[in-house]
């Protein structure tokens, strides 16, 4: 009678035992079909059960956020169209200067440049008739070389990019030290358009100017090689004919080449001269 009562006891034992392990595991745990003696009367192995949760969101995460390719779609936001430059603006809450054609905006323009403060910023916007780079540059002295640049380049991508430089002599060297943020950029109608912001105040430094200070602004485009800048498009960039203040709202026009043969004060003159010699005649 005690020997039945030992095996009795073994018996519950075992199946105690095994109800604790797992009585009904998981098909696609595939170390439950082994559970037992292995083939050559080894113990096997039992792999750690999966509860159902996790195993759900494997297979969610794999059906819905894997590519065909088995990599994760990107997850940036997406972007927004570039935002129309607004002529509207020049000269009541922005500066602007315009170089071209008498009447031309930021689409029809050689080049074009606005300028406004946003709390300790001040927010750029530059567009020129190029398919390579357009820029402005900081000067003291109206002469290219020692100046803080700003250029927006279109590279090979397609895509358009905020750069810093430096005018060393005739030459610009870019400067890996870049103060623009929240930049944009855009190529569209064979035009380099971009957007960017530019602290306000940056400690001193000699490729890096105060923008609360009053500059002579340099304007410059011109083609790109593989995302770098090369040689301007013409040969004399314009330049303001004053320093530009960015706590004053302009909006100014400055004609280009095309343009200054009868607005010269010599060449003004010396029609003025011709025709009076032809009206007076020869004595």
Known sequence: MMISLRSLAQLLLLLLQSGYRGVAPSPTDEGALRTGHGEHGEPGHQEPHKDSYSTF????????????DGYPFPTAPPVDPFAKIKVSDCGVTKGCIRYGKPGC????????????????????????????????????????GGDDVMGCVHDDNGRVRIHHFYNVGQWAKEIKRNPARDEEGIFENNRVTCRFKRPLYVPREETLVDLHLSWYYLFAWGPAIQGSITR????????????????????????????QTFNSPLCLLLIVALTFYLLMGTP
């Open 232 to 259: 301007h498009d013409i040969d004399s960039p314009p330049v303001s004919d004053r320093m530009i203040s960015i706590y004053k709202y302009e909006d100014i026009f400055m004609p280009s080449t095309a343009y």
């Open 57 to 68: 969101a494997s297979e969610f995460l794999e059906s819905r956020y894997l590519s065909d």
């Open 105 to 144: 905006d930021a689409e029809t323009c050689d080049y074009f440049l606005s300028y406004r403060r946003i709390g300790t910023d001040v927010e750029y916007e530059m567009s020129a008739d190029t398919d390579g780079w357009v820029a402005v540059g900081f000067s003291s002295d109206k002469k290219m």
